[in-house]
């Protein structure tokens, strides 16, 4: 990435936008501590004739976008679908820049991990500002602390970002539990700051995955949309997509063969007990650290950050075919999302930081279908030529 692009507020190359060589994948990959060095070089050729062929992806540019706390780029991919372009990404975790480098081909600078210093004067341009900012302050599964978390305060730093940058439009996304923290003055302070000092027209929805994305997964998010109000009549309301209909089931998600015998349970003391209770194999279970539980849901349960660490929300299937009982993996999990049959997962990268990402991610189709929303609700095209982003 050309740093002065930056400085001069030009979004025309938000991003490293040269050729990349093999080399350039490798020491980017390494810089990161993405795994270990011999693997990484091992892979590099893989990794760069992927991003090579990232070429022809996404022709038709229609708006641009920022990407806060990325992740590994479920809501790009969501927001790209419609022809979006992203001209500047956020995201502090090392593991998953390095996943994100691997599916986008761009690195991300160091002045532009940590929100808490990207100085906003220097954001690009841009129509719609993205930000599943973290969820941990404000999750049941959490301690609950909201803004007296470090992380419930990044907020304000997109709050500042918006101050600055006055983009049409914005979508953040979080647990629901964000809705009811602290009696509900969480989020009155979030929408007040959005639609009083920064004049949004702010709308919000819990929607689960299995219900509006048709994703066999049960989890729900708020997602909260903002309108610049000055693009809409006063009386306007925000209309989120309608639930759909799931087709998809739980075997539609998993694979038919799997080769990493480490998902296995057979080879732990705990697999007796987990051979009594697992007896379906169209089900999903839950071990719980010291009992099982079946999902009764025809669907996922909810995908988190620390189903790799052995923590008590490790999913698991009994094999059709064997039998065997193991956990999913992180392709599995990947699809449990919603992310692309193609969307490349480096083998290089420990499961655990793979499953932490997929966990803390979004489901792509309902971002899909969010932008589509959007896009209907105000004319995004307009940044696009005014930047001389499009030809």
């Not at 009549?233 to 694979?255: A, G, R, V, Y």
């Amino acid at each position: 990435m050309h740093t002065t692009d930056i400085q001069q507020n030009t979004p025309k190359k938000a991003f490293f936008e040269s050729p990349i060589d093999q080399q350039t994948v490798e020491k980017y990959l390494i810089d990161l501590k993405a795994g270990k060095p011999s693997e990484i070089k091992k892979e590099s050729s893989k990794v760069l004739k992927y991003i090579q062929s990232l070429n022809e992806k996404n022709k038709e540019q229609r708006f641009t976008f920022i990407d806060l706390f990325a992740g590994v780029g479920g809501m790009r991919l969501g927001f790209e679908a419609h022809g979006g372009k992203c001209v500047m990404t956020s995201e502090v975790d090392q593991k998953a820049l390095a996943t994100y480098f691997c599916n986008f081909g761009e690195m991300v600078p160091e002045n532009l991990r940590d929100i808490t210093k990207i100085n906003e004067k220097e954001v690009p341009e841009h129509d719609i500002l993205l930000g599943g900012f973290p969820c941990q302050a404000f999750s049941i599964a959490g301690e609950r602390k909201g803004f007296q978390d470090t992380r419930g305060t990044l907020f304000f730093d997109i709050e500042r970002i918006i101050e600055a940058k006055r983009p049409k439009a914005i979508l953040l996304e979080n647990v629901k539990g964000l809705l009811n923290h602290n009696g509900g003055k969480t989020y009155q302070t979030i929408e007040k700051i959005l639609s009083d000092k920064l004049g949004y027209k702010v709308s919000y929805k819990v929607m689960n995955t299995m219900e509006y994305g048709n994703v066999p997964q049960t989890r729900e998010r708020v997602y909260i949309v903002g309108i610049r109000k000055d693009l809409v009549h006063s009386d306007f309301e925000f209309s989120f997509p309608e639930p759909i209909k799931l087709t998809k089931k739980i075997s539609n998600m998993l694979q038919k063969k799997q080769s990493d015998e480490n998902l296995y349970y057979d080879r732990f003391d705990i697999h007796t007990q987990l051979k009594k209770e697992i007896k379906k194999t169209d089900t999903i279970y839950q071990w719980r650290r010291v009992y099982v539980r079946e999902n009764k849901s025809n669907a996922c349960p909810t995908l988190t950050a620390n189903m790799g660490t052995g923590g008590h929300n490790v999913p698991l299937i009994k094999e059709k075919e064997t039998g065997r009982i193991r956990k999913l993996s992180p392709r599995e999990c990947a699809n449990f999302q919603g992310f692309p049959k193609n969307y490349y997962i480096p083998k290089f990268m420990a499961n655990s930081h793979l499953y932490k990402q997929f966990g803390n991610s979004v489901s792509v189709p309902v971002l899909d279908r969010v932008c589509a929303q959007i896009l209907a609700s105000v004319d995004l095209q307009t940044t696009m030529k005014k930047h001389k982003i499009l030809n």
